[in-house]
């Protein structure tokens, strides 16, 4: 619904963040007939998740749809002026829309937590395999936690509903008295107009990546799978899953992927 709003105000919009949100909303916005412009840091859109195949991919379809989108940019401010905002952009320039809207992620509050001695990370509150922190009488849940993943040996951060919804309820069990083992590897979906792609494990751009087939890439940390994308297809979570609980290498991975 505000996404409608934003289109039909003056027609023309300026998106923050070229992530899952933004190009999201773009794609939203272009299809409405809004003039779109999507700023990124990236090379391509979604570069922190895709490797350059599929961001450049995702980077045209965007285009033929109008939007119009600004690469390798960061944002030092944005203010208010006669008519809408004007951006000011690293490096000096500077852009004017009627709208803008921000699609940059989040930073997960833990000044609460961490002033009560709970343990925090930079990348949110520490919890177990229950969901519980470090004083036995408190659990977290949601986005703002970083939860220990068996499969991956660490604490992973997740920031997607299917993770609020599933750890919400773990964590209710266990205050109920009734813990169940909650240790899910980090997912995430997007559909941006026509494309749409799931991920599994830890998808991450700084990883090295390999094509098991042109809609599926596997993600490796030491030459061990740890995250598996699916790019315009239906994804099977579940054999991704199990080969990164399994630890196999990047050729077993590939072969197994591809079948």
Same mark, same amino acid.
């Given at each position: 619904?505000?996404?409608?709003?934003?289109?039909?105000?003056?027609?023309?919009?300026?998106?923050?963040?070229?992530?899952?949100?933004?190009?999201?909303?773009?794609?939203?916005?272009?299809?409405?007939?809004?003039?779109?412009?999507?700023?990124?840091?990236?090379?391509?859109?979604?570069?922190?998740?895709?490797?350059?195949?599929?961001?450049?991919?995702?980077?045209?379809?965007?285009?033929?749809?109008?939007?119009?989108?600004?690469?390798?940019?960061?944002?030092?401010?944005?203010?208010?002026?006669?008519?809408?905002?004007?951006?000011?952009?690293?490096?000096?320039?500077?852009?004017?829309?009627?709208?803008? %809207?921000?699609?940059?992620?989040?930073?997960?509050?833990?000044?609460?937590?961490?002033?009560?001695?709970?343990?925090?990370?930079?990348?949110?509150?520490?919890?177990? #395999?229950?969901?519980?922190?470090?004083?036995?009488?408190?659990?977290?849940?949601?986005?703002?936690?970083?939860?220990?993943?068996?499969?991956?040996?660490?604490?992973?951060?997740?920031?997607? #509903? #299917?993770?609020?919804?599933?750890?919400?309820?773990?964590?209710?069990?266990?205050?109920?008295?009734?813990?169940?083992?909650?240790? %899910?590897?980090?997912?995430?979906?997007?559909?941006?107009?026509?494309?749409?792609?799931?991920?599994?494990?830890?998808?991450?751009?700084?990883?090295?990546?390999?094509?098991?087939?042109?809609?599926?890439?596997?993600?490796? #940390?030491?030459?061990?799978?740890?995250?598996?994308?699916?790019?315009?297809?239906? %994804?099977?979570?579940?054999?991704?899953?199990?080969?990164?609980?399994?630890?196999?290498?990047?050729?077993?991975?590939?072969?197994?992927?591809?079948?």
């Amino acid at each position: 619904r505000r996404a409608g709003v934003l289109a039909d105000a003056r027609g023309e919009i300026g998106i923050v963040g070229a992530g899952l949100i933004g190009t999201e909303l773009a794609a939203v916005m272009a299809k409405r007939g809004a003039r779109v412009t999507l700023l990124g840091t990236g090379a391509w859109p979604c570069g922190s998740l895709l490797p350059a195949p599929l961001g450049k991919q995702l980077g045209d379809y965007l285009g033929k749809l109008g939007v119009r989108i600004e690469p390798s940019v960061r944002v030092q401010s944005v203010q208010r002026i006669p008519g809408g905002h004007e951006l000011q952009l690293l490096g000096g320039r500077r852009l004017q829309f009627p709208q803008v %809207a921000a699609g940059i992620g989040l930073i997960p509050n833990t000044e609460l937590a961490g002033q009560a001695g709970v343990r925090v990370t930079p990348a949110g509150i520490a919890v177990d #395999e229950n969901l519980q922190t470090n004083f036995s009488e408190i659990w977290a849940a949601g986005d703002c936690t970083v939860h220990y993943c068996k499969a991956l040996g660490r604490l992973v951060q997740s920031q997607h #509903e #299917e993770h609020a919804n599933f750890s919400g309820l773990a964590a209710g069990r266990a205050m109920a008295g009734k813990p169940s083992y909650y240790g %899910a590897l980090p997912y995430f979906y997007s559909t941006v107009g026509d494309c749409g792609y799931e991920g599994v494990g830890l998808v991450d751009a700084q990883l090295d990546d390999a094509a098991a087939a042109p809609d599926i890439y596997g993600y490796f #940390e030491g030459g061990v799978l740890v995250g598996v994308l699916y790019w315009n297809r239906p %994804a099977d979570i579940e054999r991704a899953t199990a080969l990164i609980e399994s630890r196999v290498t990047e050729t077993a991975a590939l072969t197994a992927l591809a079948r």
